[in-house]
């Protein structure tokens, strides 16, 4: 398996500072970063459109069919077109919290932040809130289970959201630590609570949301990984990881328990964030405002 840097955003059109969220949705690449700004892209990182969203770092950006959400450290949450970056309402505006993370899926919102509290948000009205015990620094929804995950410990809690106010109960405990990411709707993967090895872990309930096997990223100065992302293409689960190595890397899940390594490419900077794209597509951010996009084949 072969991975190759197949293009980079051009230096006059990148971020200023350290990419910190990609997602891609809608055939679009979406980009934010210390600098406060939000960056749309074509597939092959031609900039299509940018808009200041916030004056202090983004944490994290979601999306919807027609909607990006974005959060940041400036205690906000805020609504952008979709198609024209022009800005709709603030959710959350001028707080003193910091909202972490923005999950969207089925009509959603799920937001985490730094006092521990995961808030949900139907069409963009507050439905209610979550305390979950340490603060949220990654989240992930796979309804009715969301996961949550700072340094020490994920949290699997169940959400009832069929009802006046949300029910909840906390379900496992699992020892590790952010990131974490979905693969499918099989499996997720997160990372020991070193920082270096990866943890792949059924999404099956009954099985106790157990753990099939953990694997060390492969680094050669065993550094931290700072990024995940899974993908199904083409009926395989697949899982990308990468970190302070600026090296990134492709497992694919086997037989339910195992994670088969299938090539790395070194992409030239520390990686703060990945986001895979169309089949065989992925691409990473981080340091500098820089991002690539790497082939499989």
Same mark, same amino acid.
């Given at each position: 398996?072969?991975?190759?840097?197949?293009?980079?955003?051009?230096?006059?059109?990148?971020?200023?500072?350290?990419?910190?969220?990609?997602?891609?949705?809608?055939?679009?690449?979406?980009?934010?970063?210390?600098?406060?700004?939000?960056?749309?892209?074509?597939?092959?990182?031609?900039?299509?459109?940018? !808009?200041?969203?916030?004056?202090?770092?983004?944490?994290?950006?979601?999306?919807?069919?027609?909607?990006?959400?974005?959060?940041?450290?400036?205690?906000?949450?805020? +609504?952008?077109? +979709?198609?024209?970056?022009?800005?709709?309402?603030?959710?959350?505006?001028?707080?003193?919290?910091?909202?972490?993370?923005?999950?969207?899926?089925?009509?959603?919102?799920?937001?985490?932040?730094?006092?521990?509290?995961?808030?949900?948000?139907?069409?963009?009205?507050?439905?209610?809130?979550?305390?979950?015990?340490?603060?949220?620094?990654?989240?992930?929804?796979?309804?009715?289970?969301?996961?949550?995950?700072? #340094?020490?410990?994920?949290?699997?809690?169940?959400?009832?959201?069929?009802?006046?106010?949300?029910?909840?109960?906390?379900?496992?405990?699992?020892?590790?630590?952010?990131?974490?990411?979905?693969?499918?709707?099989?499996?997720?993967? +997160?990372?020991?609570?070193?920082?270096?090895?990866?943890?792949?872990?059924?999404? #099956?309930?009954?099985?106790?949301?157990?753990?099939?096997?953990?694997? !060390?990223?492969?680094?050669?100065?065993?550094?931290?990984?700072?990024?995940?992302?899974?993908?199904?293409?083409?009926? #395989?689960?697949?899982?990308?990881?990468?970190?302070?190595?600026? !090296?990134?890397?492709?497992?694919?899940?086997?037989?339910?328990?195992?994670?088969?390594?299938?090539?790395? !490419?070194?992409?030239?900077?520390?990686?703060?964030?990945?986001?895979?794209?169309?089949?065989?597509?992925?691409?990473?951010?981080?340091?500098?405002?820089?991002?690539?996009?790497?082939?499989?084949?």
């Amino acid at each position: 398996m072969t991975l190759t840097v197949a293009c980079r955003a051009s230096d006059a059109d990148k971020h200023d500072k350290d990419v910190t969220a990609l997602l891609f949705h809608k055939g679009k690449l979406y980009s934010g970063a210390d600098g406060g700004k939000v960056k749309v892209w074509s597939e092959d990182l031609v900039k299509q459109g940018e !808009v200041q969203a916030h004056t202090t770092p983004i944490f994290s950006i979601a999306a919807s069919d027609d909607t990006l959400y974005t959060s940041s450290i400036d205690g906000s949450i805020k +609504l952008f077109d +979709l198609n024209t970056l022009q800005e709709k309402q603030a959710l959350r505006q001028g707080e003193n919290t910091e909202y972490w993370r923005v999950r969207y899926t089925n009509g959603h919102l799920y937001v985490g932040d730094n006092e521990g509290n995961v808030s949900v948000f139907k069409n963009n009205q507050f439905y209610g809130v979550v305390n979950v015990a340490e603060p949220v620094k990654d989240l992930q929804v796979i309804e009715p289970y969301v996961l949550t995950v700072q #340094d020490s410990d994920l949290f699997i809690t169940e959400f009832k959201l069929d009802g006046e106010k949300i029910q909840f109960a906390t379900d496992s405990t699992i020892p590790g630590r952010a990131p974490v990411t979905l693969i499918g709707n099989s499996f997720f993967a +997160l990372i020991d609570r070193d920082g270096k090895e990866i943890l792949l872990h059924s999404t #099956d309930k009954q099985s106790g949301f157990k753990q099939l096997t953990k694997i !060390v990223h492969g680094s050669e100065d065993n550094r931290v990984i700072n990024a995940l992302a899974g993908a199904q293409w083409a009926g #395989d689960n697949l899982l990308f990881s990468g970190g302070w190595d600026k !090296v990134l890397k492709k497992w694919k899940v086997l037989n339910s328990q195992g994670l088969s390594d299938e090539g790395s !490419v070194n992409v030239d900077l520390v990686i703060n964030a990945i986001a895979t794209g169309q089949p065989s597509s992925v691409y990473a951010g981080g340091t500098d405002g820089h991002i690539v996009r790497v082939d499989c084949s």
